[in-house]
Each structure stands twice: as C-alpha cells, then as structure tokens.
C-alpha cells in the first residue's frame, strides 16, 4: 500500500464539475493498493500517516500531527502510484490491485480514519477526478508498505 501524503492549506476534488470532497487545513492523501494489501496492512499506514508530526508548532519544528492542529483529511484513491516504468515508456499498471479488493480498502481506510479525525472527505473511486491542492510548504511524504 502505498500513501503520497501532502501538507495543504486547502484542497478539494471534482468529478464532472460537481465538488465531491473539500478540506482546509489538513493532508490531501493520494492511496494506492496492491493485490496484497490487507486491513491490517491499512490500520498500520493510517496509524502510520495519523500520526505524522509534520505541522510547525509555535518554535518553527515540525512537531505537530493531524490531531493537535484539528486538520483535516481528503483520501483520493490514486491506482498509478503502482505503476511500473523499468521497461518502456508507457507504464504498467499489472502492479495494482484489482478493483473490487482496491475499493474495498479504500472505504475501509477511510472508515478507519473516520475512527479518529473529525473531518475526512474523499474523491470518487475510479472516477476521473480533478483534484486541486495548495501544498503548504510544500511538504510531501511517502508512506510504502513495504518500508514500514
């Protein structure tokens, strides 16, 4: 599983003109599943990315998370982050999971987030989606599975 997890000062998705999801302050968070992936698998990264300390606090550090600063959560579910470029130009995505296993675990991190953050918005899955962002720092990191 696979998180791109972005510090924003706002962000939000469309589908077809219409917003579907908007935040202010928060993580805009980009998820990828893989075939493998399991709910402990998602419990572990939304610990992982819940618990991230990468708002400043009042000295300047990155020493804040999610919870201490009220933010605000917007999951979109993003399959390319598995693509695969070794051979090529043009990217495989055989890397992905499968649709039904991967929407499954997106509304399943999405319900688990909702456990513990006030506010969690969401895009459409499998939807063409325009998602705007303002990166605040900008501050972006990368949550992989497979490295935790």
Do not use: W
């Not at 993580?27 to 709910?39: A, H, K, P, Q």
């Not at 999405?110 to 506010?119: D, F, G, H, S, T």
């Not at 459409?124 to 705007?132: E, L």
Request: proline share 3%.
């Amino acid at each position: 599983m696979r998180f791109v997890i972005q510090r924003v000062t706002s962000a939000s998705v469309q589908v077809d003109g219409q917003v579907m999801g908007a935040i202010d302050k928060g993580f805009l968070v980009l998820i990828g599943v893989s075939n493998s992936d399991t709910e402990e698998i998602a419990d572990k990264m939304v610990r992982k990315m819940t618990g991230l300390r990468i708002f400043e606090d009042e000295h300047g550090k990155t020493n804040l998370a999610l919870s201490d600063v009220g933010g605000a959560l917007l999951l979109i579910s993003q399959f390319t982050l598995y693509a695969n470029c070794k051979r090529g130009n043009r990217p495989s995505f055989i890397e992905a999971g499968a649709p039904e296993h991967a929407e499954a675990l997106y509304e399943y991190i999405i319900a688990a987030c909702r456990k513990n953050v006030p506010v969690v918005e969401k895009g459409v899955f499998g939807a063409d989606m325009k998602v705007s962002l303002t990166n605040d720092g900008p501050f972006t990191i990368v949550l992989d599975s497979e490295q935790l």
